[in-house]
């Protein structure tokens, strides 16, 4: 996994690798690795990740006198859930079709406003060939203090560009607008609404006109699962949010998996 996130990030032109001295009198932000195994939200193990990241508790630059590292952080609006389930309920009674959307390396997609340097990934950095050289980002990274910002800004000007034609919801940054179509986006992770299929895949072919990288979740563009909770629809047309994976994790870190379920005694309602 830590080949394939080199490869990308290769591939997407994120970084030069240059000498040291090329940033005589800019910060240096180390970076290190972000490991995990993604899951379904059923629990069971789907993938490793990994995450070539910034050392963001690291970086001062661009602070100014008297600001801490907290001051500056470059947060991002996300979907609010109320937003999230009056869609799905819309999309229920009016027969619309739900696409889950996801981000490629979506961090990466953003550029910087100037490159930043930084040290060689841990396991390169020392490589014989390597000594002395660092990393010019011309893209952000996970990590950075202001990638979140940056990408939702990204993501945001291409939406509303002549070319997609969405405008933002004064209710919810994170809901895009337009007469036959919405979209909602938690950072990286978007889900479109449409009447038909032919509605969402028209909006993917216009952004990735637009270079940004994205794919469908499923090739048949079905939602069954978002940020962890399953979707299931159920024989009457309604859907079914749990979160099961979740709640069998809990009773695990607490040590009651096992625990035996007892009914909860009513108190007597008094006449």
């Known amino acids: 996994s830590m080949d394939v996130e080199l490869r990308a990030l290769h591939t ?19 970076t290190t690795w972000a490991f995990k195994k993604k899951r379904k939200p059923d629990g069971s193990f789907l993938k490793f990740k990994s995450r070539l990241v910034i050392r963001g508790d690291r970086q001062q630059e661009g602070l100014h006198a008297g600001e801490t590292t907290h001051d500056t952080d470059g947060y991002a609006p996300v979907v609010e859930w109320g937003t999230l389930r009056m869609l799905l309920t819309l999309s229920v009674q009016h027969n619309l079709v739900t696409t889950q959307v996801d981000f490629n390396n979506a961090f990466v997609q953003a550029e910087l406003p100037r490159p930043m340097y930084v040290d060689c990934p841990p396991g390169l950095k020392g490589t014989p060939g ?36 969405f405008t933002v919801s004064p209710h919810d940054h994170c809901l895009f607008l337009r007469h036959d179509c919405l979209v909602i986006c938690w950072i990286d992770d978007a889900i479109f609404i449409s009447r038909d299929s032919a509605g969402a895949d028209d909006i993917i072919s216009k952004l990735r006109s637009l270079d940004l990288q994205l794919d469908k979740e499923c090739d048949d563009g079905g939602l069954e699962a978002y940020l962890g909770v399953d979707i299931a629809s159920q024989p009457d047309g309604s859907l079914l949010l749990r979160q099961t994976g979740l709640i069998d994790r809990i009773l695990e870190a607490l040590d009651i998996a096992n625990a035996n379920p007892k009914d909860t005694p009513s108190t007597a309602v008094l006449g």
């Open 130 to 165: 390597y000594e002395g050289l660092i990393m010019e980002l011309h893209r952000s990274l996970y990590g950075h203090k202001f990638a979140a910002k940056l990408f939702y800004e990204l993501v945001r000007k291409n939406l509303t560009s002549s070319t997609c034609g």
């Open 12 to 30: 997407m032109r994120v970084y030069s690798i240059v000498p040291r001295s090329t940033a005589a009198g800019r910060e240096i932000v180390p």
